[in-house]
């Protein structure tokens, strides 16, 4: 590959694209924000001429068109962020819409007022859409740049590229929308591309399952959602969120209302099915099926914080019901630990980091739910950095060793392999939430707002903390330290990744690294208030912010040493306890079994129902009716063709005979016989005479003298 | 005196024995001949009429009768000939190919 | 009264001879018996004054059509047709028409006597004199179409007769 060329070109155009980007700010009139819908659509058009014609283009095409896609999107989102950033903080909202989508009309709400129904394709940005754009489009850029390597000598390139740009397209529509219709239009989308994703190796029987999984679970998420919508139109009257934020501050509703309680919990739900939060977390550890660049993607950076970004945009209804606030604490801060107890234990490297995505967003959830939004989604930006580099770095290290992904088969790789051991281990400190690096500065926020609402809260996440490090820093030792524990075939091929698949993990190695930093000084809080502002923050009681700060890194620092204890000085040491501890080692090494008991309780019940009523089907139906239909048909047909044979025929025939039997006295006329003709004449003579005789008045009466 | 109801009873007499012999004979020659009887018993009506009415013209008529009778005697025969040479008869009953 | 011999004379030698005609096995002796039959016509024809035709009997049926027949009679082999059957087997039936024939006829005769001219209103004899004049000037004068149309059908006869008869090579 022409590394050097490819790198110079690609710089020098990216050069040029910002002198030209800043040269057009410095005239004033704002280019990228009114055009912010066209955000969505490049990665729609590139993923149309994929899906419609991909299969006849090269590589290179595929790359060219879905790589460009995206990178044109970063680039009109970030010319929308910089011009956003450049408005004063009162102005920073641009909200408009493309058409009228569903305008149903108007209609009650509960409490009797008449509003007029309307939903609108529309386009709102402001701060936390910002935020969110940067991290969907940057991220997703750079995953999309890693995949032209990762993905290079895999069949359906094309494909893969195209439910990539779909999901792109998906995730910046729910990001973008300026109401909950069309960010559920989103949230579905983005749902279908992980099924697509998950099960992009189809031929795979668990690959293909695990997509099923994903999307049912999902959607058990989604009816709660979709019933949290409709309640919501029904209380509010309205889905657009400056308009229903505009209804709650004005007063309407008293704190602990039960409408909005019930419509926060109800759209909780449907976040836990997309956050994967318990009880629906079940599908992110099997999407690991799925190829490593899209569980970088949609698996840590982008889709499964999708909840926790409805969850701040609506943060509104939530600061209405500090009940439904509680409950997102508790089932964040149990989620976290509970996932946590289960990364400690996982051999398979993907499935140590899908634990802990579900153990972070966890931590973003806990953060929602003690009020502070901006620090979940300050979270949620540093996350996107390391655990987007994690995955990306774990992809490499399962490229250089031949597709092994069991952590016991690996071992003594930093040497072989520097940079991508440099780069997971920036986020592996980023993670363990190591000062300077950016999980620090995130993590810490959420535990100073967790310790003030509830010091029990505090303490769930304190240990998670703590486990975080720990397991964390197991994976960095079991692959790259130690004794090689590499298969010998294996061994010979150890490279490092091409410069596309390395470029990528610098720039989000340094990103994790200096992150954090917007957050110093509470800018990050500050930019993001004009849409958490509704939030009451947690009434500001005494923090010992810095003993809290000491406590975290003490905390990690413990977790870091009993890990370097555990897998590089004794390294015999983890078997004895597995072995001593022995059942509820396996307990936990067998996800307490909650597939299994899922299985059980649900799946199973379902498939009966389903047998059941494949059996009504084919016995009434198919048999009564289907069937039933068919024999009378031929019963019908039986009657026709004897009604056919006998009586159609029959008459037909019938007209045949009566002919030939009348035609038998004709027919022996015909004797052939001069004599019987000439006698014939005769008889005809005689009767013409009588007629004759008979109109001229010859009667028989006359003969009488 | 003879008046004109005898020759019409002449003449329906042999016209009479002319129809049976053309009906019931099986030689066709003899047909043939019972169809000459026939035509004289017309002739001698005509005559007699031409006679008790005082016009010659039904002796004009009989003469063209003669001549058709001479001309379908020749045909005839010719006939009756021709068949002879393929079947051998002149039994009209034998002469019957157009029978179904 | 002498009239009424010859009348009684020739009509019973007619009608006797034609029965003759009828009944006879041997087609001979048919063939004689008409050709008695036809002397006899002639001489009725004569007694009703039309001495052409009395003529023209004889020469033409007596002379020319007879001894056709009897030509024909000589050239197909009669042997075989002596011994078989000569009436039809329902016989019967054309006899039962000529009796209902008769019978009809008889019966409009006899209801239309009284139209028909006796010898008391005819005209005399001598207007049929001079007889072969009258019909002479009657065929080619007035009936001068059917007089040809008569020679046609003769030519064509003769052709028809030839062609039936002719013997094919």
């Not at chain 1, 976290?336 to 995505?357: C, E, H, P, W």
């Not at chain 1, 110093?520 to 810095?546: D, K």
């Not at chain 3, 197909?76 to 039962?96: E, S």
């Not at chain 3, 005769?109 to 005209?123: C, K, N, V, W």
Request: charged share 10%; glycine share 10%; with cysteine.
């Amino acid at each position: 590959m022409p590394i050097q060329r490819n790198v110079v070109l690609n710089t020098v155009i990216l050069i040029m694209m910002l002198l030209v980007t800043a040269g057009i700010e410095m005239k004033g009139t704002e280019m990228f924000l009114p055009h912010i819908w066209l955000v969505p659509l490049f990665p729609l058009a590139a993923s149309a001429v994929m899906l419609l014609f991909g299969r006849k283009l090269s590589n290179a095409a595929v790359s060219g068109f879905c790589v460009g896609s995206v990178f044109l999107s970063m680039w009109f989102g970030f010319g929308a962020i910089f011009e956003l950033i450049a408005r004063p903080a009162a102005h920073r909202v641009v909200e408009f819409a493309l058409f009228n989508w569903i305008p149903a009309g108007p209609m009650h709400t509960t409490s009797g007022h008449l509003v007029n129904f309307n939903a609108q394709w529309g386009f709102l940005f402001d701060p936390l859409t910002a935020v969110m754009v940067g991290i969907v489009t940057g991220v997703g850029f750079l995953i999309h740049v890693y995949s032209t390597g990762y993905m290079a000598h895999e069949g359906g390139y094309y494909r893969f590229f195209g439910y990539l740009n779909l999901f792109m397209f998906s995730m910046l529509t729910l990001v973008l929308a300026n109401n909950i219709l069309l960010m559920f239009v989103g949230w579905e989308g983005v749902g279908l591309c992980s099924y697509l994703l998950i099960g992009f190796y189809f031929l795979k029987k668990s690959a293909a399952d695990a997509g099923k999984k994903a999307f049912i679970v999902n959607r058990i998420g989604d009816a709660g959602f979709l019933l949290g919508i409709f309640l919501l139109v029904g209380t509010l009257g309205t889905l657009n969120f400056s308009e229903f934020r505009g209804a709650i501050l004005a007063g309407h509703f008293a704190v602990g209302d039960a409408a909005l309680t019930a419509i926060a919990l109800l759209l909780f739900v449907g976040a836990t099915g997309k956050s994967a939060q318990i009880p629906l977390y079940v599908w992110l550890p099997d999407a690991m099926e799925g190829p490593t660049p899209v569980s970088a993607l949609i698996h840590a950076a982008t889709m499964v914080t999708a909840g926790v970004y409805m969850l701040v945009r609506t943060n509104a209804i939530f600061a209405m019901a500090p009940r439904a606030l509680a409950v997102v604490a508790v089932v964040g801060a149990v989620t976290a630990i509970f996932a946590a107890t289960m990364g400690v234990l996982q051999n398979d490297i993907k499935r140590v980091l899908a634990y802990s995505t579900i153990s972070q967003l966890g931590y973003m959830f806990l953060a929602c739910g003690v009020g502070a939004f901006s620090a979940g989604i300050f979270h949620l930006l540093t996350h996107a950095f390391f655990k987007g580099l994690l995955f990306l770095g774990a992809g490499s290290v399962i490229h250089a060793v031949s597709g092994e992904q069991d952590m016991q088969k690996m071992g003594a790789l930093s040497g072989k392999i520097r940079t991508t051991y440099l780069t997971m281990l920036a986020a592996t400190l980023a993670i363990a939430g190591i000062p300077p690096l950016a999980g620090f500065f995130s993590k810490d926020e959420i535990l100073a707002h967790a310790f003030r609402a509830n010091h029990a809260l505090w303490l769930v996440g304190w240990i998670t903390a703590g486990m975080t490090a720990f397991y964390m820093f197991r994976l960095l030792f079991l692959t790259f330290k130690g004794a090689s524990r590499v298969a010998p075939e294996v061994e010979r091929h150890i490279h490092e990744s091409p410069s596309n698949m390395t470029v990528p993990l610098i720039i989000l190695a340094v990103l994790s690294i200096v992150g954090g930093w917007i957050g110093i000084g509470g800018r990050f809080e500050r930019f993001l208030e004009p849409v958490t502002q509704a939030a009451p923050a947690s009434t500001a009681g005494e923090t010992p912010e810095a003993a809290l700060m000491i406590a975290s890194v003490a905390i990690a620092l413990a977790g870091i040493g009993l890990a370097w204890f555990l897998y590089i000085k004794r390294t015999e040491l983890p078997d004895k306890i597995a072995a001593s501890f022995g059942g509820l080692y396996r307990l936990v090494y067998n996800k307490y079994y909650v597939d299994q008991i899922y299985d059980a309780l649900f799946v199973n019940r379902a498939k009966d129902l389903g047998l059941t009523l494949g059996a009504f089907d084919r016995t009434f139906i198919d048999g009564l009716g289907v069937d039933g239909a068919g024999w009378l048909t031929r019963a019908t047909s039986v009657i026709s063709i004897y009604w056919d044979k006998w009586i159609i025929d029959g008459s037909v025939n019938l007209i045949a005979n009566v002919v030939r039997v009348l035609s038998i006295p004709v027919r022996w006329l015909q004797t052939g016989r001069v004599s019987s003709y000439a006698g014939f004449i005769v008889l005809g003579v005689l009767a013409l005479i009588g007629f004759y005789l008979h109109a001229a008045g010859y009667t028989l009466a006359n003969l009488r003298p | 005196m003879i008046g004109t109801g005898h020759y019409l009873f002449l003449s329906l007499a042999l016209f009479l024995i002319g129809v049976v012999g053309v009906v019931t004979r099986r030689n066709v020659i003899i047909i043939l001949m019972s169809i000459e009887l026939i035509l004289n018993a017309v002739n001698i009506n005509l005559v007699a009429f031409s006679r008790l009415v005082g016009s010659v013209e039904g002796h004009v008529f009989a003469i063209f009768i003669i001549t058709d009778a001479a001309a379908e005697a020749a045909v005839g025969l010719g006939i009756i000939i021709a068949f002879f040479r393929n079947r051998e008869t002149v039994l009209a009953d034998e002469m019957d190919l157009l029978k179904w | 009264m002498l009239d009424r011999i010859v009348f009684d004379l020739f009509a019973g030698l007619a009608i006797l001879s034609a029965i003759l005609v009828v009944t006879r096995r041997n087609v001979i002796h048919s063939a004689i018996f008409l050709i008695t039959a036809l002397l006899a016509t002639a001489g009725i024809f004569l007694q009703l004054h039309a001495e052409f035709l009395f003529i023209v009997q004889i020469i033409l049926y007596v002379g020319g059509i007879m001894v056709l027949f009897v030509f024909v009679i000589m050239l197909v082999n009669l042997d075989v047709a002596l011994h078989q059957m000569q009436f039809r087997r329902q016989w019967w039936v054309g006899l039962l028409l000529a009796i209902a024939l008769g019978a009809e006829a008889t019966a409009a005769i006899y209801i239309g006597r009284l139209g028909l001219p006796g010898p008391e209103t005819a005209p005399p004899a001598s207007v049929l004199e001079p007889n072969t004049e009258l019909v002479g000037h009657a065929l080619f004068t007035g009936y001068m179409l059917p007089f040809e149309i008569a020679s046609v059908l003769l030519l064509v006869a003769m052709i028809g007769a030839v062609v039936m008869a002719k013997r094919r090579t």
